[in-house]
T-cell receptor, first 115, second 111 residues
């Protein structure tokens, strides 16, 4: 079935460095990709919506310059955490709408730890 | 008050028990997802439904649009069912990525 492949699953990086997270739609074209962040024992929080070929839409309170989103093709969206800080340590997950019959599909998530 | 409320927050069951997780919502929706999240994080969609009832193996999901309520049932529960189950409502005409999530129900099934 149609899935979203997310990489890496886990990453540890040093403060000040940048980390790129990729989400690829397999077997379908994702014109829109949603990026979520999940804090421990909390529900998913929408960070931004990426649209192929145009600028991402960020939710209130999410820093555009810190969380760079690129959706250069119909099958690839990337989230880059720039100048990572320990406070950015979290679980990041992407999602795309398959269609209105099957609904949404989700990436496997990325556990980011900034040391 | 959250727009999507799940109950219970935590649930411990013995293997073989019948399990029910409830979801109530206060907004208009187009459809509703039941999601499963295992330790390690990945999320899998179990069901998407907009009316009635769906069944897949030992899992059954029901929704009552008029009462704004959905339930997820697990028959003959097994330790491998241990996970967090999340209810997410969909509004294709809304914002927030069209999905509003409940806080999840952590299920632990003991052998």
């Amino acid at each position: 079935g149609a899935v979203v492949s997310q990489h890496p699953s886990r990453v540890i990086c040093k403060s000040g460095t940048s980390v790129k997270i990729e989400c690829r739609s397999l077997d379908f074209q994702a014109t829109t990709m949603f990026w979520y962040r999940q804090f421990p024992k909390k529900s998913l929080m929408l960070m931004a919506t990426s649209n192929e070929g145009s600028k991402a839409t960020y939710e209130q309170g999410v820093e555009k310059d810190k969380f760079l989103i690129n959706h250069a093709s119909l099958t690839l969206s990337t989230l880059t955490v720039t100048s990572a800080h320990p406070e950015d340590s979290s679980f990041y997950i992407c999602s795309a709408l398959l269609d209105r019959v099957f609904g949404y599909t989700f990436g496997s998530g990325t556990r980011l730890t900034v040391v | 008050k959250n727009e999507v409320e799940q109950s219970p927050q935590n649930l411990t069951a013995q293997e073989g028990e019948f399990i029910t997780i409830n979801c109530s919502y206060s907004v208009g929706i187009s459809a509703l997802h039941w999601l499963q999240q295992h330790p390690g994080g990945g999320i899998v969609s179990l069901f998407m439904l907009s009316s009635g009832k769906k069944k897949h193996g030992r899992l059954i999901a029901t929704i009552n649009i008029q009462e704004k309520h959905s339930s997820l049932h697990i028959t003959a529960s097994h330790p491998r069912d241990s996970a967090v189950y999340i209810c997410a409502v969909i509004n294709y005409g809304g914002s927030q990525g069209n999905l509003i999530f409940g806080k999840g129900t952590k299920l632990s099934v003991k052998p």
